[in-house]
């Protein structure tokens, strides 16, 4: 590594009644491209201030090289106190240029005499990314740069990054942005932080290795990891390879789903029966909405069919202005086509989870928003202790009387997942579901996501999350059409891309002819009775924990018995952990026979 120019060494900071970290030591050099990494509530935010200069440690010392630019973007800006964007980006002694401020501004689709006090999150976004680009800086600190923006604006944003000669340092969800930009990783975890010279493309195997290692030394030890530190590995690991193999079941349904479309070029997805799987759900014919009259009449959607069926994950993509959240509401029925129809199923029942987070208010608590101020939640139709259900969306239970306002903007949108995905219904619509969460949190939503029983709409800019959660993507260019591809994000992109020049590849070489492959091995007798065996077991397990919470579901136990209250809920939480190494284990043995044959 090159010699850095900004550092900080021994840096603490208190928040609260203890050490949010201490002891840290951070380099960033003169090219450096880091990506930083940590849970909600870790302080990745914080750390990016401090860095910045805008706040001061308790302890630790700052140092950068004289005549070095650092410039921050926030997650939030304020513009509170300027009458336009212009004002806001022109604002202070570092000010930028006028030209470079409006030439980013340009390519970013902003206008900058909009009025400050009624700007969207994605204008104020956009705004702050003009001011931050054009200060000419010398190091970046970029807290969730792509939040609100469009696929196009983010296009844009990697290019000009990839140019860019100096170092940055960025926290960000989007693991695409992340892997295509970053060359180093900043891992703050348990009030740590660790190093490794490999990009984010890099990140999930250096943390299964550094975890493994953790866990042999606890057992050299013989000694056992901290409950929390068990949970987050446990949590962390086998969310992981869980997803793995729903990935698998992903790659099948979008099969099905392309063996279900119509000649290319055509939008209609058609079914050749409806049994209880397939059932349509969301039937448009023919679907056309305006908006405007005269001479500015604009067609927003043109000619679009689709059928949806139960099960489906449909996911929206497009730029700001395209044309989604229409598509949305024509497809809810929220919003009534101008020609065409659009049927919806009698019993579709639908939830909503929009960008406003509406119902997250500050002074209520976290018990309000789930058990509305008692102890129990119904989710699903079963009964479950609020400490338990918040474990399950990565929350401390002790944050259960902690108000909503005190919380992070990714620990309040987890929040509202939890409440919204306790409830009953068939059909989910999430609008920008991913802005604010950590990485841990969308590998959660990716697997509830993927249990879900009924249908799901996404409208999201975070390609990698379409990627993985997404069974056919609906494209908007603006102009209209809709493109309806059976596949995530990639899928699409695909499509949109040039067609060759038609030229013909060039002709192999002849080689001999292939063997046959060798004759596939076999497991061994004893993971070969494992994997035939664990199904069954994991069921087992989850009979037991079912009937362990229906015991828990007497509302008199835990005042009248609190000794066996407490029993049965360590009874759970081991239940859990041992159903957890089931499914590990035999998605581990799956794989293996899966490469054997």
Do not use: C
């Amino acid at each position: 590594m090159a010699a850095p120019i900004l550092s900080y060494e021994d840096l603490g900071l208190v928040q609260g009644s203890g050490w949010l970290f201490r002891h840290l030591d951070i380099q960033v050099g003169q090219r450096d491209r880091l990506a930083l990494i940590g849970r909600n509530g870790a302080g990745k935010s914080t750390l990016l201030r401090l860095l910045a200069g805008a706040v001061d440690p308790d302890e630790g010392r700052r140092t950068i090289v004289p005549g070095t630019r650092v410039v921050m973007l926030e997650q939030d800006p304020d513009v509170s106190a300027f009458a336009t964007l212009r004002d806001y980006v022109a604002a202070g002694d570092d000010a930028p240029l006028g030209h470079e401020a409006e030439a980013i501004a340009d390519k970013l689709g902003i206008d900058l005499d909009r009025e400050a006090q009624s700007a969207s999150g994605g204008e104020r976004r956009r705004a702050a990314i003009v001011r931050a680009l054009a200060q000419e800086p010398d190091v970046l600190l970029l807290d969730e740069p792509t939040n609100h923006l469009d696929i196009h604006a983010i296009d844009w944003l990697e290019g000009w990054l990839g140019r860019f000669n100096g170092a940055f340092v960025v926290i960000s969800h989007d693991r695409t942005f992340l892997t295509r930009l970053t060359k180093q990783t900043l891992w703050l975890d348990r009030g740590s932080v660790r190093r490794a010279e490999i990009g984010f493309g890099g990140f999930e195997a250096w943390t299964e290795t550094v975890f493994a290692e953790e866990q042999r030394n606890a057992e050299r030890l013989d000694a056992k990891l901290k409950i929390e530190e068990h949970w987050l590995q446990r949590g962390v690991t086998g969310r992981r390879r869980r997803n793995q193999g729903r990935l698998a079941k992903l790659k099948d349904m979008r099969a099905e789903r392309a063996a279900m479309m119509g000649p290319q070029g055509t939008a209609a997805i058609s079914i050749g029966h409806e049994d209880g799987r397939s059932k349509v759900v969301i039937d448009a014919t023919h679907v056309t909405k305006n908006f405007g009259a005269g001479d500015t009449k604009r067609t927003i959607i043109r000619d679009f069919n689709l059928r949806v069926t139960r099960g489906d994950r449909i996911g929206v993509v497009g730029a700001n202005g395209a044309g989604k959240t229409t598509l949305l509401r024509l497809l809810t029925g929220e919003l009534q086509p101008d020609a065409g129809t659009i049927k919806l199923a009698k019993t579709l029942d639908g939830i909503v989870i929009d960008q406003q987070r509406k119902l997250m208010a500050p002074d209520k608590t976290v018990r309000d928003v789930l058990a509305e101020g008692g102890e129990w939640i119904d989710v699903l139709g079963t009964r479950k202790h609020i400490h338990g259900y918040l474990k399950e969306f990565l929350f401390d239970p002790s944050l259960t009387e902690a108000k909503v306002g005190t919380l992070s903007g990714g620990e309040r949108s987890r929040l509202l997942l939890a409440r919204e995905f306790a409830r009953p219904s068939n059909l989910l619509v999430l609008d920008e579901p991913t802005n604010d969460l950590d990485l841990e949190t969308l590998d959660l939503l990716q697997e509830v996501i993927a249990d879900y029983d009924g249908t799901v709409l996404i409208v999201s800019h975070d390609r990698d999350f379409l990627d993985r959660t997404v069974t056919v993507t609906l494209g908007l260019d603006g102009s209209g059409t809709v493109d309806v591809v059976a596949g995530g994000y990639e899928d699409w992109e695909k499509r949109r891309r040039p067609r060759g020049d038609g030229k013909k590849p060039a002709k192999v070489a002849a080689t001999a002819p292939t063997p046959a492959p060798a004759p596939s091995r076999k497991l061994s007798y004893k993971d070969q009775r494992d994997y035939d065996l664990l199904p069954k077991r994991i069921e087992e397990i989850e009979a037991t924990i079912a009937r362990d919470e229906a015991k828990l579901a007497d509302p008199d136990l835990y005042v009248k018995e609190p000794a066996t209250f407490a029993r049965l809920m360590q009874a759970i939480d081991k239940a859990r952990t041992e159903k957890d190494a089931a499914e590990l284990r035999w998605l581990d043995l799956a794989e293996q026979l899966e490469a054997l044959n």
